[in-house]
C-alpha cells in the first residue's frame, strides 16, 4: 500500500498542503479530486519527493520513504507523469521509453513488450519524434515511461484533461486495465467526469486538506463536499 500521512507542505513560506493524508492500495484506481489550486500537485510532488513536508510522512509497503531523495522513488516503486508531462520532443517514443527504462535499470524490450500489450497503437508510433505526437499519444507515452519504470505504484497529475471523450475514455480503460494487473494508480483530477471515468473511489482536496474520502456518487450527496464538486 502506498500511505500518506498527515502531509503538511510549505512552499515559499506559505502553507500548501495542511493535512492529506490518503491510501492508494495495489490493483486500485484512486482520484485525488480538487478544483485548481486545491494541492493535488503539489501532494504529487511531494510523494515523488519534490518537496520535503514538514509534517506527515509517506510510506510505501511499510518503509517509510519520506526523506528519501527524488531518483529513488522510482527504486521504491513510484512512476509518476506529470501534468506537464516533460516528453522530449526531438526523442523519439522509442528513445523517450528507453531513457525512463534506463534510468529505472531495466531492459528496455522487456518493458516495451509489456506496454505494447497495454497501447498497442504505440507500435507504429516508436520512431516518431515526441513534437509529432498528437495530445493522446502524448499522454500514452507519458504513461507508457512511467511503465518503463515497472512501478507498483503510479502516480498520474490531470493526464485526462482537454482530450476529445473518446480518447479520455480509452486511456481510461488502459488505466483501469493497467491497475487489474495488481499496480496502485493514483490520478489527480479537477474533472468529476473524467474522474467518474476511471475510479468511483475519491478523495477530495480542498485548499491543502482532504475534506471527503468516499464514492463520488456519495460525494455529490454530501451538502459540504458536493459544492466544491460543483465548481469543478
Ligand atoms: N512553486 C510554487 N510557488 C508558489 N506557489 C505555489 C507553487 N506550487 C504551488 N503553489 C500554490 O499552491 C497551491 C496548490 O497548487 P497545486 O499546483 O498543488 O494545485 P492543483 O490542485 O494541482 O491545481 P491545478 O488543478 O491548477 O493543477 C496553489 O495556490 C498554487 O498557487
Ligand atoms: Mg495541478
Known sequence: MLKVEGLQVFIKGIEILRNVSLEVEEGSVVCLLGRNGAGKTTTLKTIMGFYKPSKGKVEVDGADITFK??????????????????????????EN???????????????????LQT???????????????????????????ALAQNP???????????????VAERLATSLKEIASKGV?????????????????QVYVIERGEIIYRGSIEDALKDHKVAPVLGLL
Open 119 to 145: 497501447f498497442p497503437e504505440l507500435e507504429k508510433l516508436l520512431g516518431r519524434k515526441g513534437y509529432y505526437l498528437s495530445g493522446g499519444e502524448k499522454r500514452m507515452v507519458a504513461i507508457a515511461r
Open 69 to 94: 531523495p527524488v531518483h529513488e522513488r522510482t527504486r521504491h516503486k513510484i512512476g509518476y507523469a506529470p501534468e506537464d508531462l516533460k516528453i522530449f520532443p526531438w526523442l523519439t517514443v522509442e
Open 152 to 166: 507498483k505504484y503510479l502516480l498520474l497529475d490531470e493526464l485526462l484533461e482537454g482530450l476529445a471523450p473518446r
Open 97 to 115: 521509453i528507453k531513457l525512463a527504462a534506463n534510468t529505472a535499470k531495466r531492459d528496455y524490450e522487456e518493458a516495451t513488450k509489456k506496454i
Open 184 to 200: 496502485g494508480v493514483l490520478v489527480a483530477e479537477s474533472n468529476v467526469a473524467l474522474a467518474k471515468m476511471v475510479t468511483r
